[in-house]
């Protein structure tokens, strides 16, 4: 297959792990001469990099790929994801799809485009009878000025409501020493932060020989690469040792900032979603966790409308967020998803009625977030400079996970600046550049 000058490009949905992956192919296409263009200009070749935590997602996933045909009727369609990876069938089915790989499959991208073919592919991993492949790696980030390592994939939970577990298999950990040299390798790059992510994060290690864990592994990095900056991705309540939170309030290296799925603040909820905890730990745990470090951002994951939620149920989540010391909420409705236990439990919330709540919660997050953000009025703030500077004003990310905007930095994309803070408004923090 001739690809020189051959234009590609990549529509994602979903997950941040959606989005490593999809950087990850598209660093592999640039290196093999495809030239990474915007979905809307039509490029000869398209890989659509599904999601389908949702019904609603796996619409969108079959209208990106009947609108990349609109767009270009003679390109090539390559679907993948987690999608691809449940119903393939489905998947193969639409007008156009020249290839259906699973999430596996990914790292094999370049080598199925080499092979030249005139039927349809279609090649996806059954991770019933199989452990699946190591995370994918990528060693630079296009127009980023923070970096991944994607330390982790698969998950083992089963949580009701969540189809994942079917779509990217069990729980699979990339090897210490792989971990360090590509944290190592971002770090001499250049960049000022790096961040851990993965599907199950907390489950890192237990399938390593000899078995380790995050912690572990969060401490050799801490002892034996310089950096800036290392932030963890989204953690289970229940693995967040004590000994994590000591660490991070001892460092000057781990970004005080933890991302914590609560998903309902409801005992008998908790217990009909699978999740193997109780409102009494998570409260005791944010608790630990804000008189470790009173300074920290604490993001909360909440599902609201989840099926036979009743008005006290919700109530009581809502009760709980607003006594815990928190910095931000994700609010999601409930979404049927076909598949899971959840999808066929009586007594499913009307969506009227699981918007109403979702706009509840979101409303107390807000008020969250502007607490905990102008506390910092007065403060100085290390942020690594985002984005390009717009109408004169420039964008960072604080340690605890704050944007602070301010005046000028139109060359400082990607590198640490310091910024004293002299306001809030509903976009951030806003202040000098010093």
Not at 96 to 122: C, T
Not at 245 to 273: F, W, Y
Not at 404 to 429: D, H, I, T, Y
Request: net charge neutral; charged share 25%; glycine share 8%.
């Amino acid at each position: 297959m001739d690809q020189v000058k051959r234009t590609v490009a990549i529509a994602t949905l979903g997950c941040k792990t959606n989005q490593f992956e999809s950087a990850a192919m598209e660093e592999r296409l640039r290196e093999a001469g495809y030239q990474v263009i915007p979905f809307e200009e039509g490029a000869d070749l398209v890989v659509v990099n599904t999601c389908t935590v949702t019904a609603a997602t796996d619409s969108q996933s079959r209208n990106l790929i009947r609108r990349a045909r609109r767009l270009n009727f003679d390109c090539r369609v390559i679907v993948t994801g987690c999608y691809a990876q449940v119903d393939p069938a489905v998947i193969s089915s639409i007008p156009g799809v020249a290839m259906v790989i699973g999430n596996d499959e990914k790292k094999d991208l370049l080598r199925y485009l080499a092979e030249e073919r005139e039927a349809q592919l279609v090649a996806v991993d059954n991770h019933g009878h199989g452990r699946g492949q190591l995370p994918l790696s990528l060693s630079s980030f296009t127009e980023r000025s923070r970096a991944f390592v994607q330390i982790q994939s698969g998950c083992d939970a089963f949580c009701s409501y969540c189809i994942i577990p079917y779509a990217r298999g069990s729980s699979r950990s990339l090897p210490v020493e792989e971990v360090l040299r590509q944290v190592a390798g971002l770090a001499d790059r250049g960049f000022p932060e790096v961040v851990l992510t993965g599907i199950h994060m907390g489950a890192y290690g237990k399938d390593l020989e000899p078995e380790t864990n995050l912690l572990e592994l969060v401490r050799r990095i801490e002892d034996e690469i310089e950096l800036p900056r290392l932030r963890l991705g989204s953690l289970e309540p229940t693995e967040i040792p004590d000994g994590l939170i000591s660490l991070m309030s001892d460092s000057d290296k781990i970004c005080p900032h933890l991302h914590i799925p609560l998903q309902a603040g409801d005992n008998e909820v908790l217990g009909r979603m699978n999740r193997h905890y109780d409102t009494a730990f998570f409260h005791q745990l944010i608790e630990r966790i804000h008189r470790k470090l009173p300074e920290a951002a604490i993001g909360l994951d909440v599902i609201a409308g989840f099926p036979g939620e009743s008005e006290s149920e919700f109530e009581n989540t809502r009760r709980l967020i607003e006594n815990l010391p928190i910095s931000h909420l994700h609010v999601f409705p409930y979404s049927r998803r076909p598949g899971t236990p959840a999808a066929s439990m009586p007594d499913q919330v009307p969506r009227d009625v699981a918007r109403q709540r979702c706009a509840i919660l979101r409303s107390l997050g807000e008020r969250k977030n502007r607490s905990f953000a102008e506390q910092f009025i007065g403060r100085v703030l290390e942020v690594v400079v985002e984005g390009g500077n717009r109408g004169g004003w420039g964008r960072g990310l604080a340690r605890n996970y704050l944007t602070v905007q301010f005046r000028g930095g139109s060359k400082l994309q990607g590198r640490r600046a310091w910024v004293k803070v002299e306001g809030w408004n509903p976009a951030g923090l806003r202040g000098s550049l010093l």
